[in-house]
C-alpha cells in the first residue's frame, strides 16, 4: 500500500526519514523553503571558498556507519572520512595550548603531564564513559520516546546514581587542574546545556571525543548531506527546493495535505523536520499540541554568532579545530542560561577546514569560521556583531601570536535573526532543545503528533535531541513509527 509523504525540511533528520520511507515503497517529496538543502547543515562558496554554514564535528562514526548499513551500504560509498590529529587544540593562553590527539594512549600522556595521577583517573573515567555509550547511543537513543519503560533496561538500571550526579561534579570529583577539567566538560556542551546540569550518564560524550576520535569528511561535513541526498534519490525520493510550507491543513483530525507558495498539494502521512514549534504554527490552533507557555519554559539549546571568513594567507598556529578558553567559563555560561546577555569576555571556537582540505580555500588561503554560543532570543544587530568580531579577532591574534586583520578578504556573519529568517528557528536556536535530565527521551516533545493522526515530527527539537548523529536516529525513530501505523492500517483493512 504506497502512501504519499510529504517531508517539510531536509535538514538531517529529514533526509535520513526519507530514505527509510522510500525504502518501505512510499512515495516520498521532501519540500524545503531555502534554495539548498541540508537544513543548518548547509553550505556556501564564495570567492574559492567554501564554509561549512553548520556542523563541523563529526563524531560517533558508528552511528553514521549505522544508518547506512540499514541501507547495504557503507558511510565509504557516498564520502571518504579523515581521522584529526590533533583532533584539536585548546587555547588557555598567549602560545599556551593543549593539543588533544587522535588517541586516548597519546591523551593519557598528555593529562599525566599536566596533573600527576590524572592519567590513571582518566582511564578509568573513559572506561565507564564507554559504558554508558554502549548503553545510551547503541541502544537507548534507538527507542521512540514513547514510554518511560523504554529507559529501564538490565544495564541502564545500574547506572541509576549517574542521574543523580552531574558531569561537572562527577568530573571535578576526579580531576583538580580546572584546564584538564574544562577539556573534559567541553563534549557535553553538544547536548546543549551546561555540564552542572547534564547528568553523569551522559558522560558518554567524553567516550565519543576522546575513544572514538574527530573525523572530517574529506571535503567538509557537506559530503555527508550530498552523501545522503544521493542515497535518498537512489530510493527514489524526490527534493524540491524554493518550497515553504505556509499551512498544514487538516480536516477532522486527519493531515490531508500542505499548501505551498499558496497551491495545496494533498499528501496521506505528512513528516516535518522543520523546528518543531514552527511547525505547530502551521496547524490551526486547535491542533498544536505545545503551547507557547510551554515552549517557553524549556531549556533551549544556545543560538551562536557565526563568522565565516576567508584569508588571503595561510594562518600559523592553528589547527583544524580549535577552541578559545582563556576567559571565564562558568560566566560565559551564566550570560547564556541563567542572566541571557551578551557575554563581555566571550569563549569561542575555530574551525580551519583548509588546513586538512586544500578544496576549502584558493592556493596559499586559508578559509575559516568562528563562533561564539549566545542565549537563544537575544537581541541581534549589526553593530553587537562587528563589536564581537573585533574582540574575538584581536584575541584570537594576541594567543596565537600573528597579525591577521589585514588579510580579511571574505567576510560574512550569521546570527541569531538569521536563524530565525532562514531556518524558522525558535529564538534563533542553533541547537535545538537541550537534552537535560526532565527534557530527555519519553519527556522531549513527541515524534508523532498527540492531537493529528498522520502528523509526524523529527529533528533536534524531539527525540533523541540535538546534533547530526541524533538527527539520523530521529529519522530513523518517526519513519519506523510510521511504518508500523501504516502496517496497522494495513492489518485492519485485511481483518
Ligand atoms: C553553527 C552550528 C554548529 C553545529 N555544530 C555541530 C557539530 O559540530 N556536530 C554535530 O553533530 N552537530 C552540530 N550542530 C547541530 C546539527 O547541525 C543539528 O543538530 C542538525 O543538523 C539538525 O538537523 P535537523 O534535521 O533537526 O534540522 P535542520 O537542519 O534545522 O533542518 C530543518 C529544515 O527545515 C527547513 N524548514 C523550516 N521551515 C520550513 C517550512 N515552513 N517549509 C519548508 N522547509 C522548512 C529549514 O530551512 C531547514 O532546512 C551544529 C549546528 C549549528 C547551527
Known amino acids: ?8 525540511g531536509s535538514g538531517f533528520s529529514a533526509l535520513a526519514a526519507s530514505c527509510y520511507l522510500a525504502q518501505q515503497g512510499n512515495d516520498v517529496t521532501i519540500y524545503e523553503k531555502n534554495e539548498t538543502i541540508g537544513g543548518r547543515a548547509r553550505q556556501f562558496k564564495k570567492d574559492g571558498f567554501t564554509f ?21 551500504k557503507k558511510a565509504a560509498d557516498y564520502y571518504e572520512l579523515i581521522k584529526l590529529n590533533p583532533a584539536y587544540r585548546v587555547y588557555f593562553g598567549i602560545d599556551d595550548f593543549i593539543n588533544i590527539c587522535d588517541n586516548l594512549e597519546e591523551i593519557t600522556t598528555t593529562f599525566e603531564s599536566i596533573e600527576t595521577g590524572s592519567g590513571k583517573q582518566l ?42 550526579s552531574t558531569v561537572s561534579r562527577d568530573i571535578r570529583k576526579n580531576f583538580k587542574n580546572e584546564r584538564l577539567i574544562q577539556i573534559l566538560e567541553f563534549p557535553v556542551l553538544f547536548l546543549g546545556a551546561k555540564p552542572s546540569k547534564t547528568p553523569s550518564f551522559y558522560n558518554f560524550m567524553n567516550y565519543a571525543d576522546f575513544g572514538l576520535g574527530t573525523w572530517h ?5 557537506f559530503d555527508v548531506v550530498r552523501g545522503i541526498e544521493k542515497l535518498a534519490t537512489e530510493l527514489g525520493v524526490t527534493i524540491k527546493t524554493n518550497a515553504s510550507i505556509e499551512k498544514i491543513v487538516v480536516e477532522n483530525k486527519t493531515a490531508t495535505g500542505v499548501i505551498i507558495n499558496g497551491q495545496f498539494v494533498a499528501a496521506d502521512i505528512v513528516l516535518s523536520g522543520a523546528d518543531y514549534q514552527h ?39 592553528i589547527t583544524h579545530h580549535a577552541l578559545f578558553f582563556d576567559v571565564d567559563f562558568n560566566q560565559h555560561a551564566k550570560d547564556i542560561y541563567d542572566d541571557p546577555k551578551w557575554p563581555d569576555e566571550p569563549l569561542f571556537y575555530a574551525n580551519f577546514p583548509s588546513k586538512t582540505d586544500p578544496t576549502a580555500a584558493p592556493d596559499g588561503m586559508e578559509s575559516a569560521f568562528f563562533l561564539i554560543p549566545l542565549a537563544p532570543g537575544i ?34 556573519s550569521f546570527c541569531k535573526n538569521d536563524f530565525v529568517a532562514d531556518y524558522n528557528a525558535y529564538k534563533g536556536n542553533a541547537y535545538g532543545m537541550a537534552n537535560t535530565l526532565l527534557q530527555t527521551a519519553f519527556l522531549r516533545p513527541k ?49
Open 217 to 221: 569528511p574529506k571535503t567538509g561535513m
Open 279 to 317: 511547525t505547530e504554527t502551521l496547524l490551526d490552533i486547535k491542533y498544536r499540541a505545545y503551547s507557547e507557555k510551554y515552549w517557553e519554559s524549556r531549556v533551549f539549546a544556545p543560538s551562536s554568532l557565526l563568522f565565516f571568513v576567508g584569508f588571503n594567507k595561510k594562518i600559523a598556529n
Open 1 to 8: 500500500m504506497t502512501k504519499t509523504i510529504i517531508i517539510i
Open 447 to 495: 515524534l508523532k503528533s498527540p492531537k493529528v493522526r498522520n502528523l509526524y515530527f523529527t529533528g533536534q527539537l524531539t527525540v533523541p535531541g540535538p546534533g547530526v548523529p541524533p538527527a539520523l536516529i530521529s529519522g530513523k525513530l518517526t519513519a519506523e513509527l510510521i511504518h508500523k501505523s501504516i502496517r496497522s492500517q494495513k492489518n485492519e483493512i485485511t481483518i
Open 379 to 412: 537581541e541581534d544587530n549589526e553593530t553587537l556583531r562587528e563589536d564581537y568580531f573585533e574582540k574575538i579577532i584581536t584575541r584570537f591574534e594576541e594567543l596565537t601570536q600573528q597579525k591577521i586583520k589585514n588579510n580579511i578578504i571574505f567576510k560574512k
Open 52 to 72: 561549512d554554514m553548520g556542523p563541523s564535528w563529526y563524531w560517533m562514526p558508528d552511528v553514521f556507519e549505522r544508518f547506512f548499513s540499514d541501507f547495504n
Open 123 to 164: 582511564r578509568a573515567f573513559i572506561k565507564q564513559a564507554k559504558s554508558n555509550y554502549d548503553i545510551a547511543i547503541k541502544d537507548l537513543v534507538y527507542r521512540p520516546g514513547v514510554s518511560p519503560l523504554e529507559l529501564v533496561t538490565p544495564q541502564s538500571i545500574l547506572k541509576l546514581n549517574q542521574f543523580f
